[in-house]
């Protein structure tokens, strides 16, 4: 007995699409640069997906505004997270948000630069109740210090640890390691 | 004649005996058969390994708990946290006491006097209100161990047995009084003779029976009535401080408490000792084996109808405990408050209505 | 507001959590991270009125891994072995999801039948998850027995992936380019045998618990999360499903020839937990057919592409071929260069969108990569939606979430 | 929120009187577990019989030799790049002249050292080896510790016995593939 | 009196009467004396375990079992489930004020002084051997009684449970918005 | 590991305490060797396979071991399966003091006996840097039958173990290098 017997489903192919308005890079890219202007810069498509920075001043009101474009409607934040750029100088971390609208399916991916002496950029709490946590495990991983976050403190790692562990600088080995011999085939 | 009520005291003893010994085997056996019927539900096979198909089970737990560290929590109240295993086991054992295991053994003391010794191990008239007496304190045994274990799950577990007792014996008693208005006698040996042959109460019971084998379930914390112990919800519920043998007893009251509660369905609703066809076994056995000798090997008999009748029910028992979810403790005092006794309350009225214009209408119909 | 705390009283404290604190009549429960019904390890602070949840606070990160930072120090071919574990009850999703992220920074076309061989692995893979799911959550409601019998069938599941890789749990299965290995027959046999023997178990399951009363009144509008809020915490897969959201990422971004099979998209109407468990259920018919489907119409062909400098060689041309062996030598030890870029690529988990956000900067490990773990953003709901039910609804509410500990924690 | 035509509503939660009453669900439920209490059980009853483990089950690893008895592996040092929980270790040496007969290649490896409860058991040495020196048996578990200094296993223990071979019907998955294609049921054989 | 001979006299029910008095008395004491509420409450259990012993030293089986039905495995159980939830024991003991003692004091006074004055002033109930009906504190005596002569007290005393029981539901009615109890 | 300690044998050979004393040990080690009673400390993959391990193909309960005890008071042995992170660690000790004893640890898998491929910053390197460990299983995870293995392992040690063991010097010299008691 096969599932679709089971279901008393029609066996016969039916194909079926997404209910989608097309949007295209293009026509966002464009609106957008319209509505923020210089604030929104360096777009690019990799794979597809529209991408460009912002300014941390802007990125709030860039959120709100695709979130509530009555068009866009990009009302899903699907993840934050962040790049350390050790010798990017002045850039030497990215804040990265991919945001998506299901209406749409339309992905769009904004990032935001901040230099190593300031870690600081507004939180997105505000906008959606998933961005607390993301923004947590960013500031546990980074440090970067998102501003009005509600409840701001590690949360993967142990309160105790002083140091921020993905930046680049830190190292990946438990130091208590014995029954490993390092300096091998270039390891 | 001092010797012949000798024999009849060391008969009696021996029963008594008998039925603690019968009791508490069973009740090792069934922490076995639970095992057992658990892994064969769910196409597992179970203990194996100990003794010819794990039937050594039982002992080698019981000799692992006794010769594990016994732990007491700091700040508790030391000797409430020893009490509670034995109220609970105490109030277990003593239930049995009333229960009619079958119908007599006679001896023949001296040619012409015959002793007639129930097997029972004592016959009290009001052994109904006796047995519910007793089973109203066993939630002591879990309150005090509860409460003494010093811990959250631990209290939790004993609050939610404590009110789910005291709801669900409401209905037990209810259901029961329908019974009592039937037989008019509070004597449990009283009602089993009444339902000699197949004239069992459930034939004239059932909504009470339902409602008594679920108040059962809930009396014993079994589930889908389980909430004082869930493991998923309050670890070990009352008894997650205990190790060793007082964990042990818990355990063990536990399948007292059913083997007791199943006996009880059994004497309550199923004619406990009696069978279809008794009279004539009997008559049969007397008359090829003799009057004394064909009653006891019929009393055996009606005494093995009514283990296997009681084993039944804890097999039951089992077999829901491994088909059925749980209910949350909100939902459980809405079935008792709001279903069981409205229900229990309406069977009495049937009842005695039935006693009432019923039976007087079917008796004049036979005659 | 009179606050007495309450020291330890025993040493029973951190582990089950009985640490006692009142504050007024509001009693602290300690619900993990060794509690049974974490199944895994969190832990939940709920704030408690009697058995009324009035406040709620999840610790996480007991388990981190640093699955992000190994994953910068490892060539791309050893991540598998990263994502195998991450969410450990669907790994073959993983794994694909981050060969199929890889080869679209590489641009290698897979071959059909690769494509087809890794839906059945991946709807395989879902199954396995949601037996887990629903069969837990039957556990935590008290009945165990019908866990048993589908779990069993996890068993077959697994026969499957030891027939084709070698493993049960962490497969480590494909590869870049394509897969490690081909289908066998015996392989294909125990599909169609898995195809034929699951629905009457899962039948049976159902019949234990869809309609029976006891289990409708333990989850029926318990842990319920509107459509809006759900989207809101970024709920994804059966989660959001069950808030009537349909958005499932094989439809609206097909991958790896989703666009060729004909399925549905279960929906339930309120987000509580019987509507989550009616969707994972329906999503296990849903996947019986796909792989129905897919075995149908599996297309012949090699099972991976051909990208001599990503796909290891055979071990035969190794020792003939001069090339073979520098390929070899370079997979190996990862001396192939991968472009620069960056990529999000999502799959559609067990629990939700699962994405890989790569970023390479032509070395031989990635510059940056990012999980999307589905569990570790919704999770963060969880307070929101036990609060003014028991402890038993908090229980049922969290299974029902299947919050995978290894994804969660990363 | 409706995306697809795809959908479909799964949930139902209106009970019938039936289904109120918790009878008739009970019942069911009571006669499917009755059921399996009868039918035949799935155990198996594993140290007396063992389950076939498939035939690339990923066990115990087994430095293979050729047929007359030379060790295969090279020390090229591919096996322990490749690990992910850099469990192997190695020194490599050059062959001396009159050891012909104990290693194939001109290297060889002096120490070879992998550590039982680092190892993931994932088969990429096997994969990574191009002399086909390693393999993860797929007969064989690597056995329970009870001490920590046990676990790291060297050659005594890894290189293969040659009175007790390492049998194995396909040596590399091209070759098992090509079996299964042309249903071949080979035989188990020693060497490559 | 000689007490040595008032032992040697004892009947075994007579003993047992005088065990369970003492017994009685201990507990009840311990009741008061207590310092743990949830020993308190053990204790008063254990009383009224001893008095139900003495009605069964008086033939009265039914009013032994329903004392310890209703008594001990009921009211006393929830006394037990109160206490616990409100967890006495965390908290100290406050002192109390004088004022407190004071009346304490003149409320067992007087209660006491009650007692003394009744007890001089009663005659101790006997009865006739002859016409004693052991079976007076049976279920089916009890039952006649209650169901013909004092039927209108008892339906009366039902209708007050009635009222009482309504009352009960009405005030622990929940609370609109209470999704639970 | 397995310290047996040495009882001083009788003169006899079957008299005085030695002789009781083992064949003692004996009856009480098989009875403790067939009602291992398991507490899975379960974190990740190795958890599902104990599942497997505890479901219906491969039947944990033969061994009289299907009572998951998750309180630690209960349990006779724990079954440490998946990553232990640091941040984990103090409760797996905290779990491990509270269970009684005789007690048994079992590390399954290549994380909880020495990290396995998480060679990170938060992950413990092997849970025997916290509690004393009995038996490592490798794998990652093992296989059923691996798991079985270990807790076959474990019932031998069970059934050759002395009954003084666990009060013998050794074995308090081992708790004490874990800073335990």
């Given at each position: 007995m096969f599932v679709n017997d089971l279901l008393g489903l029609p066996t016969e192919f039916i194909t079926t699409t997404p209910l989608i308005h097309m949007l295209t890079n293009q026509s966002v890219a464009e609106e957008i640069v319209k509505k923020f202007g210089d604030d929104v810069f360096d777009f690019e498509e990799p794979f597809g997906m529209l991408t460009f920075t912002t300014t941390r001043e802007q990125i709030i009101p860039l959120l709100e505004y695709l979130k509530s474009h009555p068009q866009f409607?990009?009302?899903?934040?699907t993840d934050i997270t962040a790049i350390h750029y050790p010798d990017a100088l002045g850039q030497e971390f990215c804040v990265v948000y991919h945001t998506h609208s299901f209406i749409n399916n339309f992905r769009i991916r904004i990032k935001v630069y901040l230099p190593d002496a300031d870690v600081h950029i507004p939180t997105a709490v505000g906008l959606w109740a998933s961005a607390n946590w993301m923004e947590r495990e960013t500031f546990d991983l980074f440090g970067i210090i998102f501003d009005g976050h509600p409840n701001l403190k590690r949360i993967l790692n142990m309160e105790e640890m002083d140091y921020h562990p993905m930046r680049k600088e830190y190292p990946l080995e438990d130091p208590t390691r014995q029954d490993k011999i390092d300096a091998l085939f270039g390891r | 004649m001092t010797f012949t009520i000798d024999v009849a005291f060391i008969i009696k003893a021996i029963i008594i005996l008998l039925i603690f010994g019968i009791t508490l085997l069973v009740a090792m056996y069934s922490t076995y058969g639970e095992r057992k019927v658990a892994a064969f539900m769910q196409d597992r096979i179970g203990p194996n390994r100990a003794g010819p198909f794990g039937l050594l089970q039982p002992l080698a737990d019981a000799v692992k708990m006794f010769f594990k560290e016994d732990f007491i929590p700091a700040q508790s109240s030391k000797w409430l946290f020893i009490l509670g295993p034995c109220l609970s086991m105490l109030t277990a054992l003593m239930?049995?006491?009333?229960?009619?295991?079958g119908d007599s053994i006679k001896y023949e003391a001296a040619p012409g006097k015959v002793w007639d010794v129930p097997v029972q191990a004592i016959d009290v008239n009001i052994g109904i209100l006796y047995v519910f007496g007793v089973v109203s304190l066993g939630v002591y045994g879990i309150m005090v161990g509860g409460w003494a274990s010093n811990n959250k799950f631990s209290l939790l577990g004993a609050i939610r047995a404590a009110s789910q007792n005291i709801s669900y014996e409401i209905s037990m008693g209810l259901a029961i009084i329908a019974i009592l208005m039937m037989?008019?006698?509070?004597s449990i040996r009283h009602i089993v003779e009444q339902q000699h042959g197949g004239n069992w109460n459930i034939f004239y019971q059932p909504l009470g029976f339902i409602i008594f084998i679920t108040c059962a379930f809930a009396e014993c914390n079994r589930t889908p009535f389980d909430l004082p112990e869930c493991e998923t919800e309050l670890i070990g519920g009352y008894h997650t401080e205990y190790s060793s043998m007082k964990l042990g007893f818990y355990l063990f009251a536990e399948y007292i408490n059913m083997f007791v509660s199943s006996a009880m369905i059994s004497s309550l609703y199923f004619g406990g000792y009696n069978y279809p066809g008794m009279d004539w076994v009997q008559a049969q056995l007397i008359g090829s084996l003799g009057e004394i000798a064909g009653h006891n090997v019929a009393t055996l008999i009606g005494f093995l109808v009514f283990f296997g009748k009681s084993l039944f029910f804890v097999f039951f028992y089992m077999w829901v405990r491994w088909t059925l979810p749980r209910f949350r403790y909100d939902q459980l005092m809405n079935l008792g408050w709001k279903g069981l006794i409205p229900l229990a309350i309406v069977n009495i009225v049937l009842t005695g209505g039935a006693i009432l214009f019923l039976k007087p209408l079917v008796m004049s119909f036979l005659k | 507001m009179t606050e007495t705390s309450v020291a330890p009283q025993n040493n029973a404290d951190l582990a089950k959590g009985d640490q006692v604190q009142y504050v007024n009549e509001l009693t602290t429960l300690n619900l993990g991270p060794t509690h049974p019904a974490t199944h895994g390890i969190f832990q939940n602070i709920l704030t408690m009125d009697g058995e009324k949840i009035v406040a709620g606070e999840q610790t996480v990160g007991y388990i981190h891994r640093a699955f992000e930072k190994i994953a910068e120090r490892r060539p791309f071919y050893q991540i598998t072995t990263l994502t195998d574990r991450m969410n450990y009850c669907s790994s073959p999703i993983n794994n694909f999801g981050w060969h199929m992220t890889v080869e679209k920074l590489l641009s290698i076309e897979v071959p059909k039948r690769a494509q087809y061989i890794r839906v059945i692995l991946m709807e395989l893979a879902r199954i396995a998850d949601h037996i887990i799911c629903n069969g837990i959550l039957g556990v935590d409601t008290g009945a165990f027995t019908g866990f048993l019998y589908v779990y069993e069938k996890r068993e077959e599941i697994y026969e499957i992936y030891e027939e084709i890789?070698?493993?049960?749990?962490?497969?480590?299965?494909?590869?870049?380019?394509?897969?490690?290995?081909d289908l066998n027959s015996t392989a294909i046999n125990k599909i169609n045998e898995f195809l034929k023997s699951f629905p009457p178990v899962l039948k049976e399951f159902e019949r234990l618990f869809n309609r029976n009363r006891i289990f409708m009144d333990r989850t029926i509008g318990v842990g319920g999360i509107s459509a809006e809020r759900a989207m809101s915490y970024g709920f994804t897969g059966p989660n959001l499903r069950a808030a009537g959201v349909d958005y499932d990422v094989r439809v609206m971004s097909p991958y790896s020839s989703y666009e060729d099979f004909e399925f549905d998209i279960p929906v339930g109407q309120h987000g509580d937990t019987y509507d989550r468990f009616m969707v994972r259920n329906e999503e296990m018919w849903q996947s019986l057919r796909i792989i129905e489907q897919a075995m149908k119409n599996l297309p012949e062909g090699p099972y991976y592409a051909d990208a001599p400098e990503f796909y290891l060689p055979p071990k035969q041309e190794v020792y003939r071929n001069m090339e073979a062996l520098i390929y070899h030598f370079k997979i190996v030890m990862g001396e192939i260069d991968a472009p620069i870029g960056e990529v999000y690529h999502a799959v559609e988990g067990g629990n939700g969108e699962l994405g890989f956000y790569l970023i390479s900067d032509g070395g031989r490990t990635p510059y940056r990569l990012h999980f999307r773990r589905p569990c570790f953003i919704y999770y963060q709901a969880y307070p929101e939606m036990c609060v003014g039910s028991t402890i038993s609804d908090a229980i049922v509410t969290m299974s029902s979430l299947n919050v995978i500990a290894g994804e969660l924690d990363a | 929120m409706q995306l697809t035509n795809r959908s479909k509503q799964v949930s139902n939660k209106q009970m019938t009187f039936a289904e109120r009453i918790y009878l008739p669900a009970i019942a069911t439920g009571l006669g499917i577990t009755i059921k399996h209490f009868f039918q035949k059980k799935v155990t198996i009853q594993y140290p007396e019989v063992k389950k076939n483990l498939g035939p690339v089950f990923r066990g115990r690893h087994v430095l293979k030799r050729d047929d007359q008895g030379r060790e295969r592996c090279t020390a090229c040092g591919l096996c322990a790049v490749a690990c992910p929980a850099e469990a192997i270790s190695m020194v490599a040496a050059e062959r001396q002249k009159g050891e012909e007969n104990l290693y194939r290649e001109e290297k060889y490896a002096a120490v070879y050292e992998i550590n039982m409860l680092r190892c993931i058991f994932c088969g990429l040495c096997e994969e990574a080896c191009p002399k086909q020196a390693i393999y993860l048996r797929h007969d064989e578990f690597v056995p329970v510790f009870t001490e920590r200094d046990q676990v790291i296993w060297g050659k005594d223990l890894l290189a293969e016995n040659m009175n007790n071979r390492y049998l194995r019907k396909a040596w590399t998955k091209e070759e098992a593939r090509e079996q299964d294609i042309k249903g071949i049921d080979a035989k188990p054989r020693t060497q490559l | 009196m000689n007490f040595s001979n008032l032992f040697a006299n004892l009947t075994p029910s007579t003993s047992i009467f005088y065990a369970l008095s003492f017994l009685t008395i201990l507990c009840g004491l311990m009741v008061v004396l207590a310092k743990n509420p949830i020993h308190s409450v053990l204790y008063l259990i254990a009383t009224f375990f001893c008095l139900s012993g003495h009605y069964i030293l008086l033939n009265a089986q039914f009013l032994a079992a329903v004392n310890i039905i209703v008594y001990a495995g009921a009211i006393m159980v929830l006394f037990l489930f109160v206490i616990m939830f409100l967890n006495l024991k965390k908290e100290d003991e406050e002192s109390k004020t004088n004022l407190v003692k004071i009346a304490a004091m003149i409320v067992g006074g007087t209660l006491f002084l009650i007692f003394v004055a009744v007890l001089r002033k009663a005659q101790l109930g006997t009865y006739n051997p002859y016409s004693?009906?052991?079976?007076?504190?049976?279920v089916e005596s009890l039952g006649e009684i209650l169901y013909s002569d004092y039927l209108l007290p008892f339906e009366l005393v039902s209708i007050l449970f009635l009222v009482a029981m309504v009352g009960a539901v009405m005030l622990g009615r929940r609370e609109a918005g209470d999704r639970h109890f | 590991m397995t310290t047996d300690v040495k009882i001083v044998e009788a003169p006899d050979g079957y008299q005085g305490s030695g002789f009781f004393a083992t064949s003692f040990d004996k009856v009480v080690g098989l009875a403790r060797s067939h009602s291992l009673w398991p507490l899975p400390f379960a974190t990740s993959c190795c958890g599902i396979e104990f599942m497997s391990t505890m479901a219906a193909r491969y039947d944990l309960a033969r061994f009289g071991s299907e009572r998951p005890s998750f309180s630690p008071r209960q349990a006779d042995m724990l079954l440490v399966a998946g990553t232990i992170a640091k941040k984990m660690a103090p409760v797996l000790k905290q779990v491990y003091l509270q269970m009684a004893e005789p007690r048994w640890v079992i590390a399954i898998g290549a994380c909880a006996s020495s990290g396995g491929i998480f060679d990170t910053y938060s992950v413990l390197q092997g849970i025997d840097r916290v509690i004393p460990v009995d038996v490592y299983v490798p794998g990652c995870p093992p296989r059923p039958e691996q798991i079985l293995e270990g807790i076959l392992q474990v019932r031998e040690l069970t059934h050759n173990e002395s009954l003084r063991r666990r009060n013998s010097s050794e074995y308090q010299a081992l708790l004490a290098s874990y800073n335990i008691q």
């Open positions: 409607n990009i009302n899903f934040l | 239930t049995s006491a009333v229960i009619p295991f037989t008019g006698s509070l | 890789c070698g493993a049960r749990l962490t497969t480590n299965m494909g590869r870049v380019g394509g897969m490690e290995r | - | 004693f009906d052991s079976q007076i504190g049976m | -």
